[in-house]
C-alpha cells in the first residue's frame, strides 16, 4: 500500500492529530504567556516531542494495521496532551521540576511497548 493511498484512508484520523496539535499550540502558547517562570523553550521542546511521538505512531499503526480503527489515537493524544500540559503548569515548583520530562520518557516507552506489541505478535486471520 502506498503512501499516497494510507493517507487517503486515514484523512480523519489526521485531521483529529491536527487538532490535537493546535490543542498542544494554544495550551503551550498559553502557559508560557502566563506562567513568566516557566522556561518557554522546554515548554515547546516538550510539546513537540509529544505531538511528534504520536505523528510516528499513527504512521506506524497507519502501515502495518490499516484497516484497525484509528480514532483512538488521537483521543489518547488529546487526553495526554492535556495531562502534560498540566504537569507542565505544575513545574514551576521545585518538587514538580522533572515531572513533565518523566512523562515524556514513559510515553515513548509506552508506545514502544505498543509498537512492539504490533510488530511481533501474529495476526490472526479473519
Same mark, same amino acid.
Given at each position: 500500500?502506498?503512501?499516497?493511498?494510507?493517507?487517503?484512508?486515514?484523512?480523519?484520523?489526521?485531521?483529529?492529530?491536527?487538532?490535537?496539535?493546535?490543542?498542544?499550540?494554544?495550551?503551550?502558547?498559553?502557559?508560557?504567556?502566563?506562567?513568566?517562570?516557566?522556561?518557554?523553550?522546554? $515548554?515547546?521542546?516538550?510539546?513537540?516531542?509529544?505531538?511528534?511521538?504520536?505523528?510516528?505512531a499513527s504512521l506506524f499503526l497507519s502501515a502495518r494495521l490499516p484497516t484497525a480503527d484509528q480514532i483512538l489515537l488521537p483521543v489518547v493524544a488529546l487526553l495526554t496532551a492535556i495531562g502534560l500540559l498540566s504537569i507542565?503548569?505544575?513545574?514551576?515548583?521545585?518538587?514538580?521540576?522533572?515531572?513533565?520530562?518523566?512523562?515524556?520518557?514513559?510515553?515513548?516507552?509506552?508506545?514502544?511497548?505498543?509498537?512492539?506489541?504490533?510488530?511481533?505478535?501474529?495476526?490472526?486471520? $479473519?
Open positions: 500500500m502506498s503512501l499516497r493511498s494510507l493517507i487517503q484512508a486515514r484523512r480523519q484520523e489526521y485531521r483529529l492529530l491536527l487538532y490535537v496539535g493546535a490543542v498542544l499550540a494554544v495550551g503551550g502558547w498559553l502557559l508560557v504567556v502566563n506562567v513568566p517562570s516557566l522556561d518557554p523553550v522546554r $515548554t515547546v521542546r516538550e510539546l513537540a516531542l509529544l505531538f511528534g511521538i504520536y505523528a510516528l507542565r503548569r505544575l513545574s514551576t515548583t521545585a518538587l514538580y521540576a522533572a515531572s513533565a520530562d518523566r512523562q515524556i520518557i514513559w510515553l515513548a516507552a509506552g508506545i514502544g511497548v505498543w509498537m512492539a506489541t504490533i510488530t511481533l505478535m501474529p495476526r490472526l486471520a $479473519t
